[in-house]
């Protein structure tokens, strides 16, 4: 399998912009992830889906943020409009299943600028 | 919610040189995972620790859970270059199914 794949690896927008980023989780795997990882706040979790529902948002850090997973193999988080705060890079993570003893398996990570 | 410490924050060391790495839970650990990140790359799964006093080694890598389950140690004999990047301890938060992790630590293996 070729791990999960994040696109794209970088992306420059500018502010105001919608910006969205893309994951295709491994096959098989039923839990999928968002995090965001910045400099001063380190990995945050920003959406949680179990067979492709969401299952806990909470982390989600405004309305500008929404995601959707259409389909087993397919996400997206979208950030409508941008700012300058979203900067970051965007993980995305499957595993199977959830709890002690599951791994986490992470992309390569989007890093996005906004500007 | 559950916070993780990591330190030190950041470290540079000799190749060839021992180094440790803590990671601090405020609540009892019930799954311990070390991630190692690349710089400009996505995590790499290394060990997770479960039982108090749990020990795990990956080539020179060890990682222990101590007996109260609160904190973890990462120790890497004999450093290469090829050790270098960011150690990320992670946790399973209050709710059972995602990993909160700590900031990291910094890794630079000098020749």
């Known amino acids: 399998d070729a791990g999960v794949i994040q696109s794209p690896r970088h992306e420059v927008t500018e502010m105001g912009q919608e910006v969205t980023l893309r994951c295709k989780p491994i096959s098989g795997h039923n839990s999928l992830f968002w995090y965001r990882q910045t400099m001063m706040r380190g990995l945050e979790l920003l959406i949680y889906f179990n067979n492709n529902v969401p299952i806990d948002d909470s982390g989600m850090p405004e309305d500008r943020f929404s995601a959707k997973m259409p389909n087993a193999s397919f996400s997206t988080l979208k950030i409508q409009p941008s700012e300058p705060r979203d900067s970051a890079v965007y993980f995305c993570a499957s595993s199977l299943g959830v709890g002690v003893n599951t791994e986490a398996f992470f992309g390569q990570g989007t890093r996005l600028t906004v500007v | 919610s559950q916070e993780l410490e990591q330190s030190p924050q950041s470290l540079i060391v000799q190749e060839g040189k021992n180094l440790t790495i803590n990671c601090t839970s405020s609540k009892t650990l019930y799954g311990l995972y070390w991630y190692k990140q690349k710089y400009g790359e996505g995590l790499i799964f290394l060990m997770m620790?479960?039982?108090?006093?749990e020990e795990k080694s990956h080539e020179k890598i060890t990682a222990k859970l101590d007996e109260k389950k609160q904190q973890s140690s990462l120790h890497i004999t004999a450093s290469q270059p090829s050790h270098a990047g960011i150690y990320l301890c992670?946790?399973?938060?209050?709710?059972?199914?995602?990993?909160?992790f700590g900031k990291g630590t910094s890794l630079l293996v000098t020749p």
């Open positions: 992670g946790a399973l938060g209050d709710s059972g199914y995602a990993l909160n």
């Open positions: 620790l479960q039982k108090g006093g």
